[in-house]
């Protein structure tokens, strides 16, 4: 893999663990792991900072597997598990079945009963920290639909505990932007693996990504501003 991608990506990281800071000595941490680029990158820097330098800490990785997803993400993971020493696991659920009568299966949904069955898993096999690939952009674009869907000043913090599981939700990659992972995962040589879902074409997210797009012009720097609005928030100036 090309060392300035690498580095770019693991600087990230180290800047978002130490910030937060999202992993302590001692912590298990699982890996929401979808097959997609997102959660690969996260899986593959995690992996490698075991031993090394910073806190002593486990991890293991698990896919949950829909009754409507495709089995490919699976076998792609499965054939990264043999490089891997780390514990993996594959839960299957029945989310589509779950849906009552007169109800439409949504994105959002989706997630909350993928979070749940995370939580459950993770208590269950003591593991104290829930690691997602949710990148810079995603975390943006979740605080402006939130602002526009929701009137609400809400979105995707780096570190998030729970308060009736003795769980916290990390996001090491709150610093890393999609266009960096998207060239990581192409140099490591795994960009033919994608994660897609047939229900997201006509999302929100999709209309707010393109917003974005047009506000910033790509620039990092605004980008990062937008993030930074939510550690930087002037009270006496909101309602």
């Known amino acids: ?13 180290t800047k978002a663990l130490h910030d937060f800071p999202l992993i ?20 593959l820097e995690l992996a490698n900072r075991r031993g090394k330098t910073g806190p002593d800490f486990e991890l293991g990785a698990i896919h949950i597997q829909s009754d409507f997803a495709d089995t490919v993400p699976r076998k ?27 109800f439409a299966l949504n994105c959002y949904w989706c997630s909350t009963q993928r979070r749940l069955e995370l939580l459950e898993f993770a208590r269950t096999h003591n593991y104290n920290k829930i690691a997602l690939g949710h990148h810079l952009d ?13 009137g609400e000043f809400s979105g995707m913090p780096p570190l ?5 599981y003795p769980v916290s939700i990390i996001r090491p990659l709150c610093y890393c932007e999609n266009d960096e992972l998207k ?20 999302s929100h997210r999709k209309e707010i990504r ?12 605004l980008k990062q501003n937008l993030f930074d609005s939510m550690r930087h928030i002037r009270m006496d100036y909101l309602l």
């Not at 598990?81 to 589509?96: G, R, S």
């Open 76 to 102: 792609f993971l499965q054939s990264l598990e043999k490089t891997l020493d780390i514990p993996f696991y594959y839960l299957d659920i029945a989310i589509k079945a779950r849906v009552q009568k007169g």
């Open 1 to 13: 893999m090309s060392s300035y991608i690498r580095k770019r990506i693991n600087k990230k990281i």
């Open 210 to 221: 393109e917003e974005i797009r047009k506000l910033t012009q790509g620039s990092p720097a």
């Open 183 to 202: 060239s990581y995962v192409e140099d490591a040589g795994l960009a033919q693996y994608t994660c897609t879902c047939s229900f997201s074409k006509n």
């Open 138 to 150: 995603d975390i943006i674009e979740t605080l402006l639909m939130n602002m526009l869907y929701k």
């Open 160 to 164: 998030m505990p729970y308060e009736k």
């Open 24 to 43: 302590e000595e001692g912590d298990r941490v699982l890996v929401g792991a979808s097959g997609g680029k997102d959660s690969t990158a996260l899986l």
